[in-house]
């Protein structure tokens, strides 16, 4: 065999490998894209790891009939209330006119947020760090033009807060509570009073710590609430109901 | 599959060499046809510049978004992986955003191209991965994943300055390189999955078909501002088909869009629907980096086409590509690593400078803002209860019911004529009982209509004959909701164009 031959028989032989390296990373790749359809069409395992955030496309997962904000605060020992996100510095808004911490829904890094802001900013010494859920129907964010051939009445923008995270000075986080829509949600497939929130008292929690959460404490927060119709009991009573007339409208 | 242009190269020719080409055969062809680069060139050239945009706006804050000194938010600690990845120092943070600018710039030009993305991919990745909250989403994975099938492929083989510079060297290339075709294929198959998946999470989502969730989707304020989107919540019926166009579009994607006119339709539907969601949902980067992948569908057939086209907006040049002498390759091969090494230096000292905190101004870092103690006391106003207003999101009035929504919007009717009353719900709601009750100008109840509306429900409708025994004049339609006004519309009924009209009481 001369030269000429090895040469050839070595670059076949690299072409082989070449193709099979090809050939691995193809397969690889389409594998993975695949794996990550079937999983998201089954709704299996696609939390399982932070790679699979990169295989499902899961680009439309239904958005609520309310719009929502966080606001992160800090109570100080002067008694006086500061705002922790955004910080002082900085106006930054990443796709519209939200704030970079209104995009934690599950407040997974609000106390990191706080801890940064506090770091950075002459903080007066903080009693307690709370973390409150604003909720309105978003049908108030509509334009005028809109609005009006929905109602004629002028709008009245209505704003529902919740707790939804205690933090001690330090950020750790002390108490976590559902969102307010999460609550909605289980109030309407509930006719019975949902389990209230565990008492203060009972996880051994400072006096000062137990007043910040008075929104939620010593109040039955999960009973069904009386709209008006006098005394019934019912969420909406049959009061109103006469005996049927032949209706105009069905 | 196959495009027309691309050709063999003999190893896979020899590979393909069997007496009838099956499936294996075209797999084979469909991956390994060696063509010239333009349409990964093509992304190379786009999608940085989408980047840029992207990556520039947080350069100031990179220390505060990806590092130890400010709040960085991991997308690994949402997954339970906790200290996945390094969070760099704030200084590290500030030099890894400015190599990634000078980086994407080098990308876009073709300098170092298979460096350069490489590095784009690395650090894009892997600082997005540490900000979940205000960098990393959907199409950051896009950009990720485009990113790598760039840097598996030699997209800087043509309209480069690595192709220039390559022109101008020892041995000059008679003709534009050609190679293996697979990084553009699976760039092709990225897309087309990418809307597969997105059609399955809309099928998986039922009230996806029925515009409900859709609609309020158009009213979301999460992403840009979005007026038309908006205006488009008083059309639902064309929410409604436009969401079973997308889906059948999304399927259909990658079945069609390899050739012929189902390439041009497929990709031209797409531009339409990204644009579409640009106005209608805010969307800006996303339709940007997805449209980018669109640039791998182009072949060289496509760019022969257009250059005869251009050629006669061209003047000929002859004069021939003079090489540059080694020390010149040689300075230019310094230049990249001087370069990337100056502009870090120049970006730590422009950061400190800008002082992202504050923390070295005159007056001292910055104090925090006060709050409105009123402001407070409302806030911490527990309210679990929802207003029965706030259950009711519109009171629409029309001619017909078409997909389920009322049409033909009015509120000026005519005797005999009948009326469409449709009260939309804000879910979560509970079982309700929903009255839409006919009111006269002297808000007299004329007639009191119910409804039981199950917490699944989102729409209740009514209709109203408005019959002749109502006179002419001005009415009002009612809507009550446990037992309290919610929404009261006007309308306006004028006499029958026809003299007499015999018209049912009810049905």
């Given at each position: 065999m001369g030269a000429n031959g090895v040469d050839s028989g070595a670059r076949g032989w690299l072409g082989r490998i070449r193709l099979w390296a090809v050939s691995v990373v193809i397969v690889s790749y389409l594998g993975s894209l695949g794996y990550g359809i079937v999983c998201h069409t089954l709704n299996f395992n696609t939390a399982s790891h932070p790679a699979m955030y990169f295989v499902v496309w899961d680009m439309f997962c239904g958005w609520s009939a309310y719009a929502n904000r966080l606001h992160i605060i800090g109570e100080g020992e002067d008694g006086k209330y500061y705002e922790l996100a955004p910080g002082p510095w900085t106006k930054f808004t990443p796709f519209g006119d939200l704030s970079r911490h209104d995009y934690d829904p599950f407040l997974n890094h609000s106390s990191d947020i706080v801890r940064n802001c506090l770091k950075h900013t002459r903080a007066k010494p903080m009693r307690r760090l709370l973390v409150i859920e604003e909720y309105w129907a978003k049908k108030y964010n509509l334009p005028?033009?809109?609005?009006?051939?929905?109602?004629?009445?002028?709008?009245?923008?209505?704003?529902?807060?919740?707790?939804?995270?205690?933090?001690a000075p330090c950020g750790t986080i002390v108490r976590r509570f559902p969102s307010w829509l999460d609550r909605q949600s289980q109030l309407v497939v509930s006719a019975q009073p949902l389990p209230s929130h565990p008492d203060s008292s009972s996880v051994g929690l400072s006096s000062g710590l137990r007043a910040t959460m008075r929104p939620l404490d010593g109040r039955s927060s999960g009973l069904m609430p009386s709209l008006g119709g006098g005394s019934s009991p019912s969420l909406f009573p049959p009061a109103d109901f006469e005996p049927e007339r032949a209706p105009l409208a069905q | 599959m196959a495009d027309p242009a691309p050709e063999l190269n003999q190893a896979a020719a020899e590979a393909l060499r069997v007496p009838h080409r099956g499936p294996r055969g075209?797999?084979?062809?469909f991956f390994l046809a060696e063509e010239v680069p333009y349409g990964l060139a093509l992304c190379r050239m786009a999608l940085p510049f989408v980047l840029l945009y992207v990556v520039l706006r947080r350069w100031?804050?990179?220390?505060?978004?990806?590092?130890?000194?400010?709040?960085?938010?991991?997308?690994?600690?949402?997954?339970?992986?906790?200290?996945m990845l390094p969070v760099p120092s704030g200084t590290v943070a500030v030099v890894l955003m400015t190599l990634l600018v000078v980086l994407l710039v080098t990308t876009v030009i073709g300098w170092r191209t298979r460096i350069s993305v490489i590095g784009c991919l690395v650090i894009y990745t892997h600082l997005n991965m540490l900000d979940c909250l205000s960098t990393f989403t959907k199409y950051s994975v896009i950009a990720s994943h485009v990113l790598l099938l760039l840097s598996f492929s030699r997209c800087g083989a043509v309209w480069s300055v690595d192709a220039w510079l390559a022109r101008r060297g020892a041995t000059p290339p008679v003709a534009p390189p050609r190679f293996p075709a697979w990084p553009r294929r699976l760039m092709q198959l990225l897309i087309g999955l990418i809307y597969?998946?997105?059609?399955?999470?809309?099928?998986?989502?039922?009230?996806?078909?029925?515009?409900?969730?859709?609609?309020?989707?158009?009213?979301?304020?999460?992403?840009?501002?979005?007026?038309?989107?908006?205006?488009?919540?008083?059309?639902?019926?064309?929410?409604?088909?436009?969401?079973?166009?997308?889906?059948?579009?999304?399927?259909?994607?990658?079945?069609?869009?390899?050739?012929?006119?189902?390439?041009?339709?497929?990709?031209?539907?797409?531009?339409?629907?990204?644009?579409?969601?640009?106005?209608?949902?805010?969307?800006f980067v996303f339709p940007l980096v997805s449209m980018t992948t669109y640039l791998a569908f182009i072949n060289a057939e496509d760019v022969a086409r257009w250059r005869v086209r251009l050629a006669r907006f061209r003047s000929k040049s002859d004069s021939g590509i003079?090489?540059?002498?080694?020390?010149?390759?040689?300075?230019?091969?310094?230049?990249?690593p001087a370069i990337l090494l100056v502009a870090s230096v120049l970006g730590v000292e422009l950061e400190h400078q800008l002082d992202p905190y504050g923390i070295r101004r005159p007056q001292g870092a910055h104090e925090l803002v006060e709050i409105d103690p009123d402001r407070v006391e409302a806030m911490l106003e527990s309210n679990p209860v929802i207003r029965p207003e706030d259950l009711v999101h519109s009171l629409e009035m029309g001619e017909m019911l078409v997909g389920g929504y009322v049409i033909g919007h009015k509120r000026t009717f005519r005797q005999g004529e009948k009326l469409f009353a449709q009260c939309t719900l804000n879910p979560p709601h509970p079982d309700l009982v929903i009255e839409c009750n006919l009111h006269d100008s002297d808000n007299r109840l004329l007639d009191r209509v119910h409804q039981v509306v199950p917490r699944e429900a989102f729409r209740a409708n009514f209709l109203y004959v408005l019959h002749d025994a109502l006179a002419p004049g001005e009415y009002a339609l009612v809507v009550r909701c446990g037992g309290q006004e919610v929404a009261r519309r006007r309308i306006v009924l004028e006499p029958a164009t026809d003299?007499?009209?015999?018209?049912?009481?009810?049905?």
């Amino acid at each position: 065999m001369g030269a000429n031959g090895v040469d050839s028989g070595a670059r076949g032989w690299l072409g082989r490998i070449r193709l099979w390296a090809v050939s691995v990373v193809i397969v690889s790749y389409l594998g993975s894209l695949g794996y990550g359809i079937v999983c998201h069409t089954l709704n299996f395992n696609t939390a399982s790891h932070p790679a699979m955030y990169f295989v499902v496309w899961d680009m439309f997962c239904g958005w609520s009939a309310y719009a929502n904000r966080l606001h992160i605060i800090g109570e100080g020992e002067d008694g006086k209330y500061y705002e922790l996100a955004p910080g002082p510095w900085t106006k930054f808004t990443p796709f519209g006119d939200l704030s970079r911490h209104d995009y934690d829904p599950f407040l997974n890094h609000s106390s990191d947020i706080v801890r940064n802001c506090l770091k950075h900013t002459r903080a007066k010494p903080m009693r307690r760090l709370l973390v409150i859920e604003e909720y309105w129907a978003k049908k108030y964010n509509l334009p005028d033009s809109v609005w009006t051939h929905f109602f004629d009445e002028t709008r009245k923008k209505y704003s529902y807060f919740q707790l939804r995270q205690v933090m001690a000075p330090c950020g750790t986080i002390v108490r976590r509570f559902p969102s307010w829509l999460d609550r909605q949600s289980q109030l309407v497939v509930s006719a019975q009073p949902l389990p209230s929130h565990p008492d203060s008292s009972s996880v051994g929690l400072s006096s000062g710590l137990r007043a910040t959460m008075r929104p939620l404490d010593g109040r039955s927060s999960g009973l069904m609430p009386s709209l008006g119709g006098g005394s019934s009991p019912s969420l909406f009573p049959p009061a109103d109901f006469e005996p049927e007339r032949a209706p105009l409208a069905q | 599959m196959a495009d027309p242009a691309p050709e063999l190269n003999q190893a896979a020719a020899e590979a393909l060499r069997v007496p009838h080409r099956g499936p294996r055969g075209s797999v084979r062809e469909f991956f390994l046809a060696e063509e010239v680069p333009y349409g990964l060139a093509l992304c190379r050239m786009a999608l940085p510049f989408v980047l840029l945009y992207v990556v520039l706006r947080r350069w100031g804050h990179a220390r505060e978004f990806f590092s130890t000194d400010g709040a960085s938010a991991p997308l690994a600690d949402n997954y339970g992986y906790f200290n996945m990845l390094p969070v760099p120092s704030g200084t590290v943070a500030v030099v890894l955003m400015t190599l990634l600018v000078v980086l994407l710039v080098t990308t876009v030009i073709g300098w170092r191209t298979r460096i350069s993305v490489i590095g784009c991919l690395v650090i894009y990745t892997h600082l997005n991965m540490l900000d979940c909250l205000s960098t990393f989403t959907k199409y950051s994975v896009i950009a990720s994943h485009v990113l790598l099938l760039l840097s598996f492929s030699r997209c800087g083989a043509v309209w480069s300055v690595d192709a220039w510079l390559a022109r101008r060297g020892a041995t000059p290339p008679v003709a534009p390189p050609r190679f293996p075709a697979w990084p553009r294929r699976l760039m092709q198959l990225l897309i087309g999955l990418i809307y597969l998946g997105a059609a399955i999470t809309k099928i998986h989502t039922p009230t996806f078909f029925s515009g409900d969730q859709l609609r309020f989707w158009l009213m979301t304020d999460v992403n840009n501002s979005n007026p038309m989107g908006e205006q488009l919540t008083l059309y639902p019926v064309a929410v409604v088909t436009m969401a079973y166009i997308s889906v059948v579009w999304e399927i259909l994607f990658v079945f069609v869009a390899w050739r012929g006119h189902g390439r041009w339709i497929m990709l031209l539907l797409g531009v339409g629907f990204h644009l579409g969601t640009r106005q209608t949902l805010g969307l800006f980067v996303f339709p940007l980096v997805s449209m980018t992948t669109y640039l791998a569908f182009i072949n060289a057939e496509d760019v022969a086409r257009w250059r005869v086209r251009l050629a006669r907006f061209r003047s000929k040049s002859d004069s021939g590509i003079t090489p540059l002498s080694p020390t010149w390759h040689q300075r230019l091969a310094l230049a990249f690593p001087a370069i990337l090494l100056v502009a870090s230096v120049l970006g730590v000292e422009l950061e400190h400078q800008l002082d992202p905190y504050g923390i070295r101004r005159p007056q001292g870092a910055h104090e925090l803002v006060e709050i409105d103690p009123d402001r407070v006391e409302a806030m911490l106003e527990s309210n679990p209860v929802i207003r029965p207003e706030d259950l009711v999101h519109s009171l629409e009035m029309g001619e017909m019911l078409v997909g389920g929504y009322v049409i033909g919007h009015k509120r000026t009717f005519r005797q005999g004529e009948k009326l469409f009353a449709q009260c939309t719900l804000n879910p979560p709601h509970p079982d309700l009982v929903i009255e839409c009750n006919l009111h006269d100008s002297d808000n007299r109840l004329l007639d009191r209509v119910h409804q039981v509306v199950p917490r699944e429900a989102f729409r209740a409708n009514f209709l109203y004959v408005l019959h002749d025994a109502l006179a002419p004049g001005e009415y009002a339609l009612v809507v009550r909701c446990g037992g309290q006004e919610v929404a009261r519309r006007r309308i306006v009924l004028e006499p029958a164009t026809d003299a007499v009209q015999s018209a049912p009481v009810a049905n």
